[in-house]
């Protein structure tokens, strides 16, 4: 089946460090992938999305580059603010088939940015 | 404003009284979907439901029902809760659900069972 692993948090940063947080996944045929962000006490919203091999997904400041290759869509963000302190998912879909109505997501990694 | 609105925000009850977490959206979404998020276990799907009257299990069904009768409405229902359904649990909604569409999340109800 369908699996995402990202790396364990939690991840502490100084204001204006670079941030890369991990996600590696598991999927038949050719998925779609995001990252979610969940800011605390409120549900997830979506951060950026990638639909097919090399294409990078921006907004805010993040990216992420779906390598097929690697089967990676790594986060990243070249200076963080205060601000960004939440918790990241990653998360797929799969490209078809019941399961394509399905989001699996991978267990979260929570940045927190001091300042 | 378009949102998805989840009702309680918090809800502590007792093992076997039965409860209903309700869902709703206005934004005209066909696809509906519940989730619990659990410490290390991330966010694991309950249920999904497609468009009116078309539901399917997720990831962890068991002890829970839901339905669909109208396209904004999806309620949870746990018919006799138990203390391992205590979690966080948020509802969600798209525009379609095999479509790259981004899943709109209501803010959570945070269900604790004694």
């Known amino acids: 089946g369908n699996s995402v692993t990202q790396m364990e948090g939690p991840v502490t940063l100084s204001e204006e460090a670079f941030l890369t947080i991990n996600c590696t996944y598991t999927?038949?045929?050719?998925?779609?992938l995001f990252w979610y962000v969940q800011y605390p006490g409120e549900g997830l919203q979506l951060l950026l999305k990638?639909?097919?091999?090399?294409d990078k997904g921006s907004n805010k400041g993040f990216e992420a580059t779906y390598r097929k290759e690697t089967t990676s869509f790594h986060l990243e963000k070249g200076s963080v603010q205060v601000s960004d302190s939440a918790v990241y998912f990653c998360?797929?879909?799969?490209?078809?088939?019941?399961?394509?109505?399905?989001?699996?997501f991978g267990k979260g990694t929570k940045l927190s940015v001091i300042p | 404003e378009a949102q998805v609105t989840q009702n309680p925000r918090y809800l502590i009850t007792v093992t076997g009284k039965k409860l209903t977490v309700t869902c709703s959206q206005n934004?005209?979404?066909?696809?509906m979907s519940w989730y619990r998020q659990d410490p290390g276990l991330g966010l694991r799907q309950i249920y999904y439901?497609?468009?009116?009257?078309?539901?399917d299990k997720g990831d962890v069904p068991e002890g829970y029902k839901v339905s669909r009768k109208e396209k904004r409405n999806f309620p949870l229902i746990l018919e006799s809760p138990s203390p391992n359904q205590t979690s966080l649990y948020f509802c969600?909604?798209?525009?379609?659900?095999?479509?790259?569409?981004?899943?709109?999340f209501g803010n959570g109800t945070r269900l604790t069972v004694t």
């Open positions: 969600a909604s798209s525009s379609r659900g095999q479509d790259n569409s981004p899943l709109h």
């Open positions: 934004m005209n979404h066909e696809y």
């Open positions: 439901s497609m468009n009116v009257e078309v539901t």
């Open positions: 999927a038949t045929g050719y998925p779609s």
């Open positions: 990638a639909t097919k091999a090399d």
């Open positions: 998360a797929l879909r799969a490209g078809s088939g019941a399961g394509s109505y399905q989001l699996t």
